[in-house]
């Protein structure tokens, strides 16, 4: 059920991929609340992806950016509040990616080029988009800027690797910058630490299933689905929230709070 909660607010979605992506839910609900965005994605990523079947059922344009890139940030950024009549209200970051991952290696004997590019894309773009924005002075007044995280932020899961690192630094990003954007134009930033959720990326984890079937039955409210994250991006857009910044909100089904479920000793 849609309530128009984006009726009159502009913004860019990022990392839409396949119908499996959070971010590709995001737009979908953000369409269908009244908003009106453009999409990007790195350009290897988009060969992959159906974007641009995205971009034709939202009715909107795709701009390629590579997040890491300065200037294809800041060409993004110009064209978008170009094409969409003024600056923007929300912003979705939805980024990550691990080479060390992909490439199966251990924790213990991580390639730390690798690690540094992990960090780049990951974790680095999010300062580098947020500056992009300050400085282009891009965002409304009392805008929203979001980032999807994990709790290995703050939890040891080992399969997850330096990525584990690559949230911790973002999850700082955010709150570093809230403050920033916060006393500029009540601009607040957030982070939304989500369930696993199965995406194209997520499943590419070793053990991501086993670990998926944990974490729902540890979970009283089993894990959240990523039409749910996309609501509560929505509702984090919205102007419901407007004096929630700087924060990492838990979006996993209460996972966070819990130390035993009886249902994992059955």
């Not at 590709?24 to 965005?37: C, H, L, M, S, T």
């Not at 992959?48 to 993004?76: H, R, W, Y």
């Not at 911790?168 to 916060?182: D, K, N, Q, V």
Request: glycine residues 8%; aromatic residues 10%; negative net charge.
């Amino acid at each position: 059920m849609a309530n128009n909660l984006l009726a009159g607010k502009k913004g860019i979605i990022f990392g839409a991929l396949d119908e499996q992506s959070i971010a590709w839910k995001v737009a979908e609900r953000a369409y269908a609340e009244g908003g009106r965005f453009v999409l990007t994605n790195a350009p290897v990523a988009m060969r992959f992806g159906k974007i641009n079947e995205l971009a034709e059922q939202c009715q909107t344009s795709v701009i390629p950016a590579d997040a890491t890139s300065m200037e294809d940030l800041e060409n993004l950024v110009a064209k978008a509040t170009e094409e969409l009549g003024g600056p923007l209200d929300f912003i979705l970051h939805s980024i990550g990616m691990s080479l060390n991952v992909r490439k199966g290696k251990p924790y213990t004997d991580l390639n730390h080029e690798w690690m540094q590019k992990t960090f780049d894309i990951s974790a680095i773009s999010f300062h580098k988009l947020m500056q992009t924005l300050y400085k282009q002075e891009a965002m409304n007044d009392h805008g929203s800027i979001l980032a999807l995280t994990y709790i290995a932020a703050q939890r040891v899961f080992p399969d997850y690797n330096e990525m584990a690192e690559s949230k911790a630094l973002l999850e700082s990003f955010a709150r570093s910058f809230g403050y920033h954007f916060g006393t500029l134009k009540k601009v607040r930033v957030n982070t939304i630490s989500q369930s696993p959720t199965m995406t194209t990326a997520g499943s590419g984890v070793k053990g991501f299933k086993e670990f998926f079937d944990y974490a729902d039955k540890m979970s009283p409210l089993g894990n959240a689905s990523a039409e749910d994250c996309a609501a509560y991006c929505i509702a984090m857009f919205s102007d419901l929230t407007r004096s929630v910044t700087m924060q990492n909100l838990y979006h996993d089904g209460g996972f966070s709070s819990m130390g035993m479920s009886p249902a994992l000793l059955g």
